[in-house]
């Protein structure tokens, strides 16, 4: 007798058709996840909106019980926290920078208005609660991620793109000794008429010393409106020359608005931590030599 796939010929098609599907479906429940990743829900009580906290330890965590890891800050976990823990792996390996623990800032519920949300908490004028959403970073989060982890308190970094970028700008003249190492990927520094230039002014007023490791970049074809006041903003803080401040400018050529973000954070990470990046050669010279 004849078979077919294991079955005569004379098997009812709709058993092979149930089958088939039964298997369709078993494939597609199947999901992705990131390893050693973390997540919890708390509210702002500053403006009573919840917040989705994403937590992704390194690769070493669990087996360096002695060891204490620079942690970064990044807004737009929604959407970043692939790219980001994809990034930190890569140039990990390369040996380019430390391990990181990694905390991202998300909203809870799958029909979250990801853009009316961050509208709210990123921007320090208009409809933005900056100052808010800061001082919830800097009295809830940072404090229960240093008691809950295996922290370095003195290496913290934050980071963000757009409106994020802005924010991570407004925070490093805002709170000097919160964090030490800033990337802004394209910042909004065009917000309410040009709102950080007068931030950055008066600052200079003050003090000629800011303290930390800056990155700021802009795309090479992102709209014009929106790039060129960052370049002025690059060309300003630039001129300040300020005391204690380690600063890159960067143009990313050839990319737009949002798909600088990838090259934005692999050369921002690299740059905000050269400092206390490990010596040694990379994972490849390892695995070449037999090492």
């Not at 004849?2 to 429940?29: D, E, H, M, N």
């Not at 190492?181 to 003090?207: G, H, M």
Request: proline share 5%.
């Amino acid at each position: 007798m004849k078979r077919l796939f294991g079955f005569t010929k004379f098997v009812p098609v709709f058993i092979i058709i149930i089958l088939c599907t039964f298997l369709t479906l078993f494939a597609q429940g199947k999901q992705f996840t990131l390893k050693k990743t973390h997540i919890f829900e708390i509210e702002n009580e500053l403006t009573g909106r919840n917040h989705e906290i994403i937590i992704t330890l390194p690769a070493s965590y669990k087996d360096s019980l002695n060891k204490h890891y620079p942690v970064l800050y990044y807004v737009d976990a929604y959407w970043d926290t692939p790219l980001l823990n994809s990034i930190h792996g890569n140039l990990v390996y390369d040996n380019v920078i430390p391990e990181l623990i990694m905390v991202g800032f998300s909203y809870p519920g799958e029909d979250a208005n990801y853009g009316q949300l961050r509208s709210e908490d990123l921007p320090p004028t208009l409809s933005g609660e900056a100052d808010k959403f800061l001082e919830f970073i800097e009295k809830v989060i940072i404090p229960k991620i240093d008691g809950e982890y295996r922290t370095d308190k003195n290496n913290r970094a934050v980071s963000g793109n757009s409106l994020g970028g802005l924010f991570t700008l407004y925070a490093m003249y805002k709170k000097q000794n919160l964090f030490n190492r800033f990337i802004a990927i394209s910042p909004a520094v065009l917000w309410d008429n040009n709102y950080l230039f007068n931030v950055d002014n008066k600052f200079a007023e003050q003090t000629e010393i800011l303290k930390g490791r800056l990155f700021i970049s802009y795309g090479g074809d992102e709209y014009l409106p929106f790039k060129n006041p960052i370049i002025e903003f690059q060309k300003q803080i630039a001129a300040k020359n300020y005391t204690r401040l380690e600063l890159l400018n960067f143009n990313i050529e050839g990319e737009r608005h949002t798909g600088v973000k990838a090259e934005g954070y692999s050369r921002g990470l690299r740059w905000v931590f050269r400092d206390i990046a490990p010596s040694g050669p990379s994972g490849l010279a390892k695995e070449m030599n037999g090492h």
